[in-house]
């Protein structure tokens, strides 16, 4: 390979796939590093004294995100306090093992690790969902789970906001999945580098417009450790096909990935048109576009042996819902305690109708 191309003087090791220039490694290390921070900057993703959750997987992308918030919070006096947060989602073989890499990033990074799983968040591992439910939709669980489980997370060790490894792959395979589906909602919010904010903790996305091939360089290069096992319910996700969509069109035009992600940005709604307003989960009390959130609608499901209940239309669950929650209300308490099992219940959740929680 020819001498890079800063006139360093160095032989180049690598040809970057986002801007096509040669490079030695520490001209790579230097240029990914900065963009990283002139995206954090520009976009005013932190500020003085915020405690920042990184959602911590053990894969590339967040082990690259953790390192980099760390060598960047020293380097230009960010003034931060960083975290990792980890989810368990129960998936033997896949996660378990990850979760052996987030411990190491903990120690080598020097930052606390929270772990919180679905069986204690949810009572249902991904593993016993994936017997009820099959290989088919498993993955709208998890994502949905998942989201929520980070909000506890975060709720939980009191953070300012969650940092998560979302780069500009994801972002662009997003943009054409809900093309795609025809999600004009989540069409409009997906290429916002903060996201969530209305709930009280952000989202945001330090890596937007990093691709996925110089992330995994960089961690080569940095000889960073991580897992990079695919999950194993994985290769039946939707999103597969937008990747292999994406991937195919990068081969012929590298910056189609950026071009994407600023067509997603520069997209209006028109305002005739009906958008989802955030309100309250009457159930969970997280945030929702609809009375019960899909993550409650889905755990419904489950608990009630009919765990297709949540996937598709969500009419029929709804209905199914309101008459559930009417007859749990219709039968009697007890004057001791103020709680009962409603006989109307199949799974005999309990109510405390003192605070009126319903799981």
Known sequence: MSS???????????????????????CFFEAF????????????????????????????DSTVLAYILKI???????????????????????????????????????MPLTILSYKDLYGWTMDEIVAEIGRKNNCTFCGVFRRQALDRGAALL???????????DDIAETVLMNILRGDLARLNRCTSIITGHGDGIARVKPLKYTYEKEIVMYAYFKQLVYFSTECIFAPNAYRGHARVLLKDMEKIDPAVIMNIIHSGES?????????????????????????????????????????????????????????????????????ENKQCICKNDPVGNSIDRKNDVTW
Do not use: W
């Not at 796939?17 to 490079?23: H, R």
């Not at 002139?38 to 990184?54: E, H």
């Not at 009191?158 to 500009?168: P, R």
């Open 72 to 110: 960047l919070n020293e380097r230009f006096n960010y003034d931060l306090r960083l975290v990792l947060l980890s989810i368990d989602e129960g998936i033997t073989g896949y996660r378990d093992d990850s979760l052996d890499t987030v411990k190491r990033n903990r120690d080598d990074y020097d």
């Open 4 to 26: 890079c191309s800063t006139k360093c003087g160095k032989k180049a090791v690598l040809k970057r796939p986002k801007t096509g220039d040669v490079l030695c490694k520490e």
């Open 158 to 168: 009191k953070v300012d906001c969650i940092a998560t490894g979302h780069n500009a």
């Open 267 to 335: 997209l209006t709604v028109n305002e005739e048109v009906n958008m989802p307003t955030l309100t309250k989960c009457s159930r969970c009390n997280h945030v929702s576009s609809q009375t019960v959130c899909k993550a409650c609608v889905l755990l419904e499901g489950l608990n009630r042996g009919l765990p297709k209940l949540g996937i598709g239309k969500s009419s029929k669950a709804k209905k199914m819902i309101a008459e559930h929650d009417k007859k749990k209300y219709e039968c009697s308490s007890s004057a």
């Open 33 to 60: 590093e900065t963009e990283i921070h002139f995206t954090i900057t520009r976009a005013k993703l932190f500020k003085a004294g915020m405690t920042v959750a990184v959602a911590a997987s053990g894969g590339k």
